[in-house]
Structure formats: structure tokens, C-alpha cells
């Protein structure tokens, strides 16, 4: 069983790049999140999704895209790649959207030049 | 407006000291009341979580938690701290009958151990 896994692990961008962060888990978890971690900023949700087919923006989506085609992955998107962007990215699940147990992944590190 | 406050950027303690990490909360109800650790390098893992009833939880590693309602606080406490627990600690709040993604996180503590 491996939870929540997240790929890649590090990545340099640079300014107007786009890039893919993956995220796949395998505990048939309906809820899956992104969240970005930024120093004295705590976690702040990008967007999630409550099941497959259904996205949606959290506090911080400007500059991110997602979709949802299998329980299974959550990818996240960046269009154009900025500066402010460079943040560490966690994606999270739970089993259901209700407040419980949320299982991170081990993060990405993405810086953006 | 509702916000989670950990009022401690980072705290340093002896190996074998107690440990307090404060979180205060700001809702207009009892909310629900997690704390998560991070691991250097790592994703948050859960230490555990008030939802109702006894208002001290006991969570993994050796942590607990006490609710108090009169003080909006749910600080994390350990008897005796180990290397291991050198870490950066979250605290988290969502209301009652709320969902995951209206959790909201505190901007975190960072406990540097000492040998």
C-alpha cells in the first residue's frame, strides 16, 4: 500500500514554462487536495475534488488547473510558469470530503527561475 | 473572520523536557481540531484530533491535546520530548458540520530539539 504518492520530487522551471505535478493514491479515496507550503505561510488549498469529474477552486487557484478523470490521480497544471509559483506542493486525501484523517504526500519542491 | 493561530514561529527544548505547542482558534463555534507533524523532507502526518466528548485527546508518539472551550485553545503537550520529535507542528480547524477543504491551517511551529 502505498498512500499517497507524488512526482516528481524536485523540479527548476523557468519563467513561462508549464509543467505537470502528479499525484496518485491508492486507498479508493474520493477527496483529493493540493495544497502549497510556503515559509511563515502554513498550508493554503489550491484546488480539490470530492470525486472523479468534479474539481474545484480553493483559496490560492490562480495560475493552477486540475482535473479529475479517475479516483485514482489529481494531477495539477501549471500553465505558465511564474516566480511566485516556487513553493513546496502537497496533495492530499481523505475517504470522504467530511473533516477526517487527511494522508500527504511527501511533497514537490518546485522552484521557478 | 475565522483564523487558526499558533503563536510560536519555533521553540527549542532539552531532550527529556516537556513540551506545550499553543494553538488558538477564532470561530464563531466549536470547531473540529487536528494537529498534523511534518517531518523534515516529508508530508504531514496526523497526531490526532478532537471532534467531541473528552476534551483531552491522546494521539500517536507519545502526544495529547486539550481542548478548552473558555480559552479557544487546543494546545499539544508531551512529557518528555525525544530527538525524533524535532519536527514542525500544525495545528488545524474546520467547522463543525464543514468539509476537508475548508480546513484551515496554522502558519506552524518549528521544535528544534537539543541533546
Known amino acids: 500500500n502505498a498512500g499517497v504518492t507524488q512526482t516528481p520530487k524536485f523540479q527548476v522551471l523557468k519563467t513561462g514554462q508549464s509543467m505537470t505535478l502528479q499525484c496518485a493514491q491508492d486507498m479508493n479515496h474520493e477527496y483529493m487536495s493540493w495544497y502549497r507550503q510556503d515559509p511563515g505561510m502554513g498550508l493554503r488549498l489550491i484546488h480539490y475534488?470530492?470525486?472523479?469529474?468534479?474539481?474545484d477552486q480553493g483559496e490560492v487557484p490562480n495560475g493552477y488547473n486540475v482535473s479529475r478523470s479517475t479516483t485514482e490521480d489529481f494531477p495539477l497544471r501549471l500553465l505558465s510558469a511564474a516566480p511566485s509559483q516556487t513553493s513546496v506542493y502537497f496533495c492530499a486525501s481523505s475517504y470522504s470530503s467530511t473533516p477526517e484523517k487527511l494522508f500527504f504526500g511527501s511533497g514537490t519542491q518546485l522552484s521557478v527561475l | 473572520a475565522q483564523s487558526v493561530t499558533q503563536p510560536d514561529i519555533h521553540i527549542t527544548v532539552s531532550e527529556g523536557a516537556s513540551l506545550e505547542l499553543r494553538c488558538n482558534y477564532s470561530y464563531g463555534a466549536t470547531p473540529y481540531l487536528f494537529w498534523y507533524v511534518q517531518s523534515p523532507g516529508q508530508g504531514l502526518q496526523l497526531l490526532l484530533k478532537y471532534f467531541s466528548g473528552d476534551t483531552l485527546v491522546q494521539g500517536i508518539k507519545g502526544f495529547e491535546a486539550e481542548f478548552k472551550r473558555s480559552q479557544s485553545s487546543f494546545n499539544l503537550r508531551k512529557p518528555s520530548v525525544h530527538w525524533s520529535d524535532a519536527a514542525e507542528y500544525f495545528c488545524a480547524v474546520v467547522l463543525v458540520g464543514g468539509s476537508n477543504y475548508k480546513l484551515t491551517f496554522g502558519k506552524g511551529t518549528l521544535l528544534t530539539v537539543n541533546p
Open positions: 475534488s470530492v470525486g472523479a469529474g468534479i474539481t
